[in-house]
């Protein structure tokens, strides 16, 4: 009787092909998260207050303690397993398994893209630091900086609407003010995206691309990078975050990374059942950080 399958060698060859097709690099959290490693099953984040501005030194130091806000964000568990009848197996059937591997990894680095999106749509009744609803119109901060607002009214959805409400949401975000009422983006050089929902793409590519738009140049080609993400499923809304530097709008907090596993012989779902399993394993959170850095416009 020859030997149909190695359990050990498929296993391998899995892992390997689970490996090909997870692209990791394709995810949003590089992009448009500040990334942050987690050593713990939550993490709390008192940087988010802002540090105060150089004085001229008369006498003693002036001593300002870190502002009283934080926040904290938990790791989640996440995991996807399969089952695969040992008689597929023994009849050669591994074409499916395959596939369905590829469609695991797949579907394992797109989970990242819809945590930071589902952060956004979310952003409008989940706080952030500072207690308000990460996107408000009435965001406070110690000092002289009042009241700020970055959940703006858009004017229209067409490319010449969109060009203006972009250039108002930048203006917005430039006037936003630190807790010691200084510029919070310093000199104002920020690097953006756009975040929008299919229905926006065509107009948008043409707000961030052509020369000209209603007869007049476009003084913002090239003002941001942009996402299309199918999971906006509200037709009208978009987003502008700064994703340039250590302030940005979301947190990737990363626990455990994605990591393949196998039940196969010699265990007891394969001795009782003759079921081998294979599955993901992660541990991460998506949160918010600097409600500065982000803008939603809602039409």
């Excluded at 009283?68 to 499916?96: F, K």
């Amino acid at each position: 009787m020859s030997l149909l399958y190695s359990a050990t060698s498929l296993e391998k060859g899995l892992k390997t092909l689970f490996l090909q097709n997870f692209s990791a690099e394709s995810t949003l959290a590089d992009r448009l998260c500040f990334v942050e490693s987690s050593a713990s099953d939550k993490e709390k984040y008192e940087w988010l207050g802002q540090a105060p501005q150089m004085a001229e030194l008369v006498g003693e130091r002036k001593i300002t303690p870190l502002s009283s806000t934080g926040y904290e964000l938990e790791n989640t568990t996440y995991e996807s397993t399969v089952s695969i009848s040992r008689n597929h197996l023994e009849d050669n059937q591994t074409g499916s398994i395959r596939r369905r591997i590829q469609q695991m990894a797949q579907t394992a680095s797109a989970h990242v893209n819809k945590l930071v999106i589902n952060a956004l749509i979310n952003g409008t009744t989940n706080t952030g630091y500072d207690g308000a609803a990460f996107f408000a119109n009435s965001h406070t901060a110690r000092g002289d900086s009042g009241a700020q607002d970055n959940l703006l009214a858009g004017s229209a959805t067409t490319t010449a609407g969109l060009a203006t409400d972009l250039a108002a949401a930048k203006a917005s975000m430039l006037n936003f003010l630190d807790e010691a009422g200084e510029p919070f983006h310093g000199d104002g050089n920020l690097a953006l995206t756009v975040v929008a929902p299919p229905a926006l793409e065509k107009n948008f590519r043409e707000v961030l691309g052509a020369g000209v738009i209603s007869q007049t140049d476009n003084m913002q080609s090239g003002m941001a990078d942009l996402v299309i993400s199918p999971r906006l499923t509200d037709a009208d809304d978009w987003y502008v975050l700064r994703t340039d530097n250590l302030a940005r709008g979301l947190i990737f907090q990363q626990r455990s990374p994605i990591e393949f596993s196998a039940l196969e012989s010699n265990t007891e779902s394969s001795f009782l059942k003759e079921v081998y399993m294979y599955g993901v394993r992660a541990r991460y959170g998506v949160g918010y950080a600097f409600w500065q850095s982000a803008i939603k416009t809602v039409n």
